[in-house]
């Protein structure tokens, strides 16, 4: 008997043995019913029957097998998308969850060789067929548990973003008020003064998170254009980037028309980003300069420092979220999450603009941005 014949003939029996092993597997012994242990396993044995039935060519097959292949079984592929998906809602680890299929494979091929009477090269050619079908549902599968961890963990992520603002902002505003109502020797408001520095990077740390985890549960960063003043903006993230901060001196310089259609809320954050980022990352002994040129359908913007420069290696991945510098990496005390960049990267992303950066030990580093003079609303 062919083997897609005979996993259509004792599909139940199989999906007994699933459930048996299923079951040792659950993580509350007793708490899934029958249904669920079963569950999508009759539908995934039945769709890699039909398509071991399909005529598959020597190109088709070695493309299937680098998983390069067209998808040719679309309903094994929604069934084992499903299975993973709820494997995770139920609790079961990823190992867990692979061990199904594995077990699977091992109780169809037992019991149809036992069928067997005198097997032939076409039988080797099912056992081929059968493998390839249970790789994609696994690979589904996997797939599938996997994105449900990922948005497990960026659904965390943003309650403790939000929950936390609460309490930052009861901090700020208690350390406001005692700023103005109790007189203050030197060592106290010297006290007062980093409690409220680092409320800021605290909220600027919460702030990047909420952002990362909205671009990663959405379809980027939502913006609202208005008209807006781009060197203005630049010149109130520059004073909020060097709030509590002495010696920081920043340059702004400006040519040409700098106004435009954007978000100001979103520029705001790419700017204090860039700012903070060139004024961490700086030379203590040199300038950070902010430059915006004006030009007829565009405007650039530049923020420049001197100081350690970037890795060529580290370029390519200097806007991927989570990504920190190496100095950050040995144990520095920065406050950055490392999605900082990130965000810029997403802001600019949002308003239809670009993104380049240049680094070397004589001219210093400079993050280069063109945006487009009107930016359309996304949401």
């Not at 659904?155 to 403790?160: G, Q, T, W």
């Not at 950050?328 to 999605?339: A, I």
Request: charged share 20%; with cysteine.
């Amino acid at each position: 008997m062919r083997l897609s014949d005979f996993i259509v003939q004792h599909v139940d029996r199989i999906v007994d043995e699933w459930e048996q092993f299923a079951r040792t597997l659950a993580p509350e012994p007793g708490t899934m019913t029958r249904t669920d242990l079963r569950d999508h396993a009759r539908s995934i044995l039945l769709a890699a029957a039909r398509d071991m039935r399909t005529v598959q060519s020597p190109g088709e097959q070695v493309a299937k097998a680098r998983g390069e292949g067209p998808e040719k079984t679309p309903s094994l592929d929604v069934a084992a998308a499903s299975h993973g998906e709820l494997r995770h809602h139920v609790g079961f680890d990823l190992v867990q969850m692979t061990s199904e299929f594995r077990h699977l494979r091992a109780s169809v091929i037992r019991l149809w060789v036992a069928s067997l009477i005198t097997p032939d090269l076409n039988n080797l050619q099912d056992m081929i067929r059968f493998n390839e079908a249970i790789d994609e549902a696994l690979a589904e599968s996997t797939a599938a548990y996997a994105e449900q961890v990922s948005r497990s963990r960026d659904i965390f992520l943003a309650i403790l973003g939000h929950d936390l603002r609460a309490p930052l902002q009861a901090v700020s505003m208690s350390t406001e008020m005692l700023a103005r109502k109790v007189a203050l020797d030197s060592d106290a408001q010297a006290f007062v003064s980093r409690i409220k520095s680092g409320t800021r990077h605290m909220a600027a740390m919460v702030s990047d998170l909420l952002e990362f985890v909205r671009s990663r549960l959405g379809n980027g960063l939502p913006i609202d254009p208005a008209p807006m003043d781009l060197a203005s903006a630049a010149k109130a993230a520059m004073d909020e980037a060097c709030a509590g901060q002495p010696d920081c001196t920043p340059l702004l310089s400006f040519d040409g028309d700098s106004h435009g259609i954007w978000d100001r809320g979103r520029i705001e954050q790419l700017l204090q980003n860039l700012i903070g980022n060139a004024l961490q990352h700086g030379s203590n002994r040199r300038t950070v300069t902010v430059t915006i040129t004006g030009g007829a359908e565009q405007v650039l913007l530049t923020v420049h420092n001197y100081g350690t420069p970037i890795p060529k290696e580290a370029l390519n991945t200097l806007f991927d979220p989570l990504v920190r510098s190496a100095d950050e990496e040995l144990g520095s005390t920065s406050t950055s999450l490392g999605l900082g960049l990130f965000i810029v990267k997403e802001v600019v992303t949002a308003h239809q603009g670009s993104i380049e950066v240049s680094s070397n030990a004589s001219d210093g580093t400079t993050f280069t941005v063109i945006l487009p003079r009107v930016s359309r609303a996304t949401s």
